[in-house]
């Protein structure tokens, strides 16, 4: 996968979530059309809708950490709720969901047996 894009009705309130979970803005900003993270050698684009277009539940994306316990900290650390904390998959993840503020599932995962 090259990148995914998600939808906002809110380009501030979405950039301060993702860059306070760590992610890097290549471009784009608080009053752009788009705005693109880079996440590994993938990236995250977020597009700004206007106020009145609906936003609803379509999915979600599965984003490899290096730790899902080190990232599950950071997350609470920021007054953040998963949905769950870390647990092992029997598909061989360790993972927990949170859900962004425009309802976008996120899965935060490791692959078991990473050093």
């Given at each position: 996968?090259?990148?995914?894009?998600?939808?906002?009705?809110?380009?501030?309130?979405?950039?301060?979530?993702?860059?306070?979970?760590?992610?890097?803005?290549?471009?784009?900003?608080?009053?752009?059309?788009?705005?693109?993270?880079?996440?590994?050698?993938s990236f995250l684009n977020i597009?700004?809708?206007?106020?009145?277009?609906?936003?609803?539940?379509?999915?979600?994306?599965?984003?490899?950490?290096?730790?899902?316990?080190?990232?599950?900290?950071?997350?609470?650390?920021?007054?953040?709720?998963?949905?769950?904390?870390?647990?092992?998959?029997?598909?061989?993840?360790?993972?927990?969901?949170?859900?962004?503020?425009?309802?976008?599932?996120?899965?935060?995962?490791?692959?078991?047996?990473?050093?």
């Amino acid at each position: 996968m090259s990148a995914i894009t998600l939808a906002t009705n809110n380009m501030k309130r979405s950039i301060n979530f993702y860059e306070s979970l760590g992610f890097f803005m290549l471009y784009g900003g608080n009053k752009a059309e788009l705005t693109s993270f880079k996440i590994g050698s993938s990236f995250l684009n977020i597009v700004n809708l206007s106020n009145d277009a609906p936003l609803n539940w379509w999915g979600r994306v599965i984003i490899y950490v290096e730790d899902v316990d080190v990232m599950h900290d950071r997350v609470l650390a920021l007054g953040l709720v998963p949905e769950f904390p870390p647990r092992d998959a029997r598909w061989g993840e360790r993972y927990f969901h949170l859900v962004d503020p425009d309802g976008h599932e996120l899965s935060f995962a490791q692959p078991l047996g990473w050093d």
